[in-house]
């Protein structure tokens, strides 16, 4: 297989990708990956308001992919635990995009838990996750299924997300998030 | 243990006990993969001080970040802190935020409605 790299580069170019990562999520390819996108928003000299909440949102949003590898394939060293992350910025709109393997069992319950999160409003997503901090169970890893509610609220848009089939096991899980200024 | 100090990484905060002055703080980022292990040192601290505290405990919290995972152990040093005030050490908690930074101020309101203990909100200039 050839890749073709300009097709590649070009598509990043247009997209304006200003970092993007697939394979393995260790702890320490996150700690990397939020330095380097902290002294990029450092470079754009965006607004610390702006800064703070793309890094609230991004670091949330790698997380989530750091969590579910686990998850997928604990110990297994292959294309399950590999994810995508890409970062750019358009018209003065961050995206966020992340993608992972999930088992085709968790799909229904995932879709759902967005669905119904995608239906609250600014006001009831506050109280959600009050109720979800102050009663939910917290996971053996940390995760406490407050990161979804959390970066619905922090960016005030709907969840952008798409399951794409993969094998009779797995599904491709796919998320979009948009970051207004 | 009069003192305890842990120091901030990138990604975790930085801690100061000061149990002779009844004096807690927390700062800068506690954005770790696994908080339940950074925090439950603390955690247990509090459950010692509670046993003995002082007369007022004044708590400050400094953070510029926090992720999720970090947001229910800081609830759970919270209701230590909460149990420790029922029990007679006048607890406040003082959220710092900078300036603009709303999303700092909500979180802060949201630990306000859960916890039974006086807040006090201090805007920070950036």
Same mark, same amino acid.
């Given at each position: 297989m050839m890749l073709d790299t300009y097709d590649f580069y070009d598509k990043m170019e247009r997209n304006n990708i200003m970092l993007s990562f697939k394979g393995d999520i260790t702890s320490e390819l996150l700690t990397c990956i939020l330095q380097i996108m902290e002294s990029k928003l450092d470079n754009l000299q965006e607004e610390p308001k702006i800064k703070k909440k793309v890094y609230n949102v991004l670091v949330e949003c790698l997380q989530n992919l750091y969590h579910h590898m686990d998850e997928v394939a604990p110990e297994q060293n292959d294309v399950l635990r590999s994810a995508i992350f890409m970062i750019g910025k358009l018209d003065n709109q961050y995206n966020i995009v992340t993608g992972n393997c999930i088992k085709k069992e968790k799909v229904e319950a995932l879709k759902k838990r967005l669905e119904d999160i995608n239906l609250l409003s600014k006001?009831?997503?506050?109280?959600?996750? @009050?109720?979800?901090?102050?009663? !939910?169970?917290?996971?053996? @890893?940390?995760?406490?299924?407050? !990161?979804?509610?959390?970066?619905?609220?922090?960016t005030g848009e709907k969840l952008n997300f798409n399951f794409s089939p993969v094998d009779d096991k797995f599904s491709f899980f796919s998320l979009n998030i948009k970051i207004s200024q | 243990?009069?003192?305890?100090?842990?120091?901030?990484?990138?990604?975790?905060?930085?801690?100061?006990?000061?149990?002779?002055?009844?004096?807690?703080?927390?700062?800068?980022?506690?954005?770790?993969?696994?908080?339940?292990?950074?925090?439950?040192?603390?955690?247990?601290?509090?459950?010692?001080?509670?046993?003995?505290?002082?007369?007022?405990?004044?708590?400050?919290?400094?953070?510029?970040?926090?992720?999720?995972?970090?947001?229910?152990?800081?609830l759970d040093v919270f209701k230590k802190l909460e149990a420790i005030n029922k029990g007679g050490s006048a607890v406040v908690i003082n959220w710092h935020y900078e300036e603009d930074d709303e999303d700092m101020l909500e979180a802060g309101e949201d630990y306000q409605a859960i916890i039974n203990v006086p807040f006090k909100m201090v805007q920070v200039a950036e």
């Amino acid at each position: 297989m050839m890749l073709d790299t300009y097709d590649f580069y070009d598509k990043m170019e247009r997209n304006n990708i200003m970092l993007s990562f697939k394979g393995d999520i260790t702890s320490e390819l996150l700690t990397c990956i939020l330095q380097i996108m902290e002294s990029k928003l450092d470079n754009l000299q965006e607004e610390p308001k702006i800064k703070k909440k793309v890094y609230n949102v991004l670091v949330e949003c790698l997380q989530n992919l750091y969590h579910h590898m686990d998850e997928v394939a604990p110990e297994q060293n292959d294309v399950l635990r590999s994810a995508i992350f890409m970062i750019g910025k358009l018209d003065n709109q961050y995206n966020i995009v992340t993608g992972n393997c999930i088992k085709k069992e968790k799909v229904e319950a995932l879709k759902k838990r967005l669905e119904d999160i995608n239906l609250l409003s600014k006001e009831e997503l506050k109280e959600y996750y @009050k109720a979800v901090l102050n009663n !939910g169970e917290m996971s053996f @890893k940390g995760g406490g299924g407050l !990161g979804m509610i959390d970066i619905a609220r922090k960016t005030g848009e709907k969840l952008n997300f798409n399951f794409s089939p993969v094998d009779d096991k797995f599904s491709f899980f796919s998320l979009n998030i948009k970051i207004s200024q | 243990m009069e003192k305890i100090s842990i120091e901030g990484t990138p990604k975790t905060p930085t801690i100061n006990f000061d149990i002779a002055k009844g004096f807690l703080e927390i700062k800068g980022r506690s954005i770790p993969e696994n908080s339940i292990e950074f925090y439950k040192p603390l955690v247990d601290w509090l459950e010692k001080y509670a046993a003995n505290p002082q007369s007022a405990t004044n708590v400050n919290i400094q953070l510029e970040y926090f992720n999720t995972s970090s947001s229910k152990c800081i609830l759970d040093v919270f209701k230590k802190l909460e149990a420790i005030n029922k029990g007679g050490s006048a607890v406040v908690i003082n959220w710092h935020y900078e300036e603009d930074d709303e999303d700092m101020l909500e979180a802060g309101e949201d630990y306000q409605a859960i916890i039974n203990v006086p807040f006090k909100m201090v805007q920070v200039a950036e």
